[in-house]
């Protein structure tokens, strides 16, 4: 199955809580291949400032932006796939990481690089993120969310694959497969 997803990277994306990490590894092990979590990219002045309920700035998202892209061009130029959970909320963040497709041309949606958003409620959203909190098992906390929400923006001509995630993951991956391929 590997060789039908070389050269390419599928980006879940949504807001925290929405499942990315939990489905962007599944679908790295269904297709054999690296899962890059975005969250392991930022700075630890970023989770530091997360943590405290501060949102981030441009300037705090763009340079880990821009290195998440550098990671996704060098597997996609040595012909490999890769996944990434990244929250992704904006047009204009989507096409930093759509620029490691070294044939991305901006304005054009058609690249190496496909989004997939993972659809959530709030109020679930707000359920799994004070689970998380009470496990003590993410930085991000529950105030931050609707900063999140705010920021998402869905550019129907994009392309970007919509799932409800509120389905179990077996079923989610199921309809990953089914829209990459």
């Not at 590997?2 to 962007?24: E, H, P, Q, R, W």
């Not at 061009?73 to 497709?101: E, H, M, P, W």
């Not at 993410?138 to 920021?151: E, G, I, N, R």
Request: aromatic share 6%; net charge neutral; glycine share 6%.
């Amino acid at each position: 199955m590997t060789s039908d997803y070389k050269g390419f990277a599928v980006v879940i994306m949504g807001v925290s809580g929405a499942g990315k990490s939990t489905i962007g590894k599944l679908l790295a092990e269904v297709i054999n291949c690296s899962f890059l979590d975005a969250d392991d990219y930022h700075s630890q002045y970023n989770k530091e400032k997360m943590q405290k309920g501060i949102p981030l700035s441009e300037e705090d998202r763009i340079p880990w932006l821009e290195t998440l892209r550098d990671s996704l061009k060098t597997r996609i130029v040595n012909g490999k796939s890769v996944i990434l959970g990244c929250s992704a909320l904006q047009k204009r963040y989507r096409d930093i990481l759509r620029s490691a497709d070294p044939n991305y041309k901006p304005s054009c949606y058609t690249c190496a690089v496909k989004f997939v958003l993972l659809d959530v409620h709030a109020d679930v959203l707000v359920a799994r993120l004070e689970k998380r909190a009470a496990e003590g098992k993410h930085f991000m906390p529950v105030k931050l969310l609707q900063s999140q929400l705010d920021l998402l923006q869905i550019d129907d001509s994009e392309g970007i694959y919509k799932i409800d995630a509120t389905q179990n993951p077996e079923t989610i991956i199921k309809h990953v497969l089914t829209l990459i391929s």
